[in-house]
């Protein structure tokens, strides 16, 4: 009997076959390696008890002036701003009606309420709000009284562009249904507010037939990028310590903090003094150290005002340090410039000297340069564009991307970064989601990657993660629609299912263990598989992170004789803190080793286990050549 030191390479390796890569790491789920060494993913857990409406695609922290810590929330239904746990809902107005615009009738018996409002320009789930209903409601003794009407409604359905439907709700959002009494219309002074048109939550390119709802447009018909063809994706910046929002395709908008977190965004080409301001835009970006306000896919101007198109291609610039001035003059530094290589801008990141912008093709850097001029863009690379808007982010090593088929690194050059990952990826991918792909950071993990959608999924599914410190590769699974590092706060924060997370804090999955954690070997042999081997016993090599509730970690060796074998599980061993060696019972030509968190004694789960693997030992010898 022998015992052998077994250290696997770090890292996962999937670019050939479980056998070919002996003596390294082959699949995991939420772990990660550290100083060479895997270890358990920290753990999640919810920073509310109240939730968000629709599904979040951006976060933005900022800290005001006076302290008060921000955290912006773009969903496909509405904006937030996130302040001491409350998510305060400052999406802009679109339009507000004139008293007596809006008329409402209801049927006997039934909760959907009809409401009548001429060129309404609404689409299915946008939000409105009514009021100046008369004090009866729709009719004295009605169910339908003044204070079901006066809220916030989301539209069921559009009858025509001149009516739509709600369903009627009292104030705590139970549905009320219409009685004999509810004859009336709501009286003649009744206005209604509506926000911004929601956006799509499922991403469908190109802007032709299939991009509105079912019966919208005639058969065949094309439609220019607009606020609601678009999947909803926001992009923000500071402006001092105000807000500057911008859903893509959609207009400009800026949140004052000194107004309080009551007030909505207002429309930033409609502030008094604002000029030649775009109405419409793909991303809005402020530039650092010159603190011009930039607006990429911006409207062109035709005459002295904006079209209210997008141009996808045209970058538009205001004047230094002040955000509502874009016409240029001899005397400021507003502008605009037009790229050239591809068709549409996709997305932009900040850098130290630089903005980074990326085409469907191409990557781009523009500079402050200073007056006549204002900005320069130089063409950095052609042939690898951007996967989606958010997919590019800045970290310690330069900037990061995923491009449609690589992964890339700018640090004053353009480099492939190399995967060893690169066909599970991109070989089991869903590229017609890919403007939902996210890249995000773990600094203090030296971790960089990209939260991206399985061929099979249209939402987000799982991620992948480089180690720019390291270099080495890691995946797994789990939903995640936006994400911020750490920094104004002290871990991470991400997003979904309507809620705000904190992450890498502590081992568990909101209070509950994390289920599926593990990580498994190539297939290893004695003697190039010319011999059996006979394995007798493990000496394991944990360091338990953390560990209250005497939970453990499992030993599974899985075996086979020949690469086109399935894999047999021949034994699972549970090792706590005390555990000196664990007996197993196996022969096979090849033999794989997998550790996962599993139950703990009382069947309760891992609560609060975190585990790093260090050198397990194997007692094993060759047994026979048949």
């Not at 008329?103 to 309404?120: K, L, R, Y």
């Amino acid at each position: 009997m022998a015992l052998q030191k077994t250290i696997f390479r770090p890292g996962i390796y999937r670019e050939g076959t479980d056998y070919d890569n002996e003596g390294g790491w082959f699949d995991c789920n939420l772990v990660r390696f550290r100083k060479g060494r895997p270890e358990k993913f920290g753990g999640w857990n919810k920073l509310t008890s109240n939730t968000y409406l629709g599904t979040a695609r951006a976060l933005h922290p900022w800290v005001s002036l006076g302290g008060t810590k921000y955290l912006g929330i773009g969903t496909h239904l509405k904006y937030y701003i996130e302040a001491g746990g409350v998510f305060n809902d400052v999406t802009p107005i679109r339009s507000t009606t004139s008293a007596g615009d809006v008329t409402f009738s209801a049927t006997n018996g039934d909760a959907t309420i009809t409401v009548a409002d001429t060129a309404h320009g609404a689409v299915q789930n946008d939000f409105v709000t009514f009021s100046g209903v008369d004090s009866n409601g729709l009719g004295s003794g009605g169910n339908i009284t003044q204070a079901v009407l006066q809220q916030e409604y989301q539209i069921a359905t559009i009858v025509n562009a001149n009516s739509y439907t709600v369903e009627a709700k009292d104030t705590s959002g139970a549905t009320v249904t219409a009685n004999a009494s509810d004859s009336g219309n709501g009286g003649s002074s009744v206005v209604g507010t509506y926000q911004i048109s929601v956006g799509l939550d499922v991403y469908v390119a190109g802007t032709g037939w299939g991009i509105n709802g079912w019966g919208a447009g005639t058969f065949g018909s094309t439609s220019a990028l607009s606020l609601t063809n678009q999947l909803r994706l926001w992009t923000h910046d500071n402006f001092g310590e105000d807000l500057i929002i911008n859903p893509r395709a959609g207009g400009i908008y800026k949140w004052v903090e000194n107004n309080g977190v009551g007030t909505r965004a207002v429309e930033l080409s409609g502030i008094t003094g604002a000029n030649q301001v775009p109405t419409v835009g793909l991303q809005v970006i402020t530039s650092e150290k010159d603190r011009h306000l930039i607006v990429l896919g911006a409207d062109p101007v035709s005459g002295t005002s904006r079209t209210g198109t997008v141009d996808p291609m045209l970058i538009a610039f205001s004047d230094q340090e002040n955000e509502l001035e874009f016409e240029p003059t001899n005397t400021n530094t507003a502008g605009s410039l037009r790229l050239s290589s591809g068709s549409s801008i996709i997305g932009a990141v900040k850098s130290r000297q630089e903005i980074m912008v990326w085409t469907d093709t191409a990557l781009y850097s523009m500079q402050f340069i200073g007056p006549p001029f204002t900005f320069a863009v130089n063409l950095i690379n052609e042939g690898i564009g951007l996967v989606g808007p958010k997919a590019a982010i800045t970290a310690p090593q330069g900037i990061y991307w995923m491009s449609y088929n690589n992964f890339y690194v700018y640090n004053g050059s353009v480099q492939t970064i190399p995967c060893t990952v690169h066909n599970y990826v991109f070989g089991d991918i869903n590229l017609g989601q890919s403007f939902k792909f996210h890249a995000f950071t773990i600094s203090d993990k030296n971790e960089v990657g990209w939260f991206y959608c399985s061929a099979d999924s249209t939402e987000i599914d799982r991620y992948v993660i480089y180690n720019y410190i390291e270099n080495l590769w890691i995946y797994g699974s789990l939903t995640r629609t936006a994400w911020l590092d750490a920094g104004i706060v002290n871990y991470p924060r991400a997003v979904n299912g309507g809620y705000l997370y904190q992450q890498e804090n502590g081992f568990n999955d909101d209070g509950s263990p994390m289920t599926n954690v593990f990580i498994e070997s190539s297939d290893f042999d004695i003697g190039d598989g010319e011999q059996f081997t006979f394995i007798r016993r493990i000496i394991p090599d944990f360091k338990f992170l953390q560990n209250n509730n005497a939970g453990n970690v499992n030993i599974v060796v899985k075996t086979r004789n020949f690469p086109g074998d399935s894999l047999t599980t021949n034994s699972t061993n549970a090792i706590t803190e005390t555990t000196t060696q664990a007996y197993v019972r196996g022969r096979a030509r090849q033999m794989v080793l997998r550790f996962e968190s599993d139950d703990d004694a009382t069947g309760n789960g891992n609560l609060d286990i975190g585990w790093r693997l260090g050198a397990t030992r194997i007692d094993t010898r060759p047994d026979g050549k048949r």
